[in-house]
């Protein structure tokens, strides 16, 4: 039996993961529009 309050540590986690990867997408497309001027 799957314990729920693991599971929710660990897609609280994969919730910050996405949140940090689309700072870093985001952050890094603002500096190639801002560098192509």
Known sequence: MPNPI???AVSENY????ARTH??????ARYQRK???
Request: hydrophobic share 40%; no cysteine.
């Open 6 to 8: 693991k599971n929710a």
């Open 35 to 37: 560098s192509s001027g």
């Open 15 to 18: 919730a910050l993961d996405l």
């Open 23 to 28: 700072e870093l997408n985001f952050d890094k």
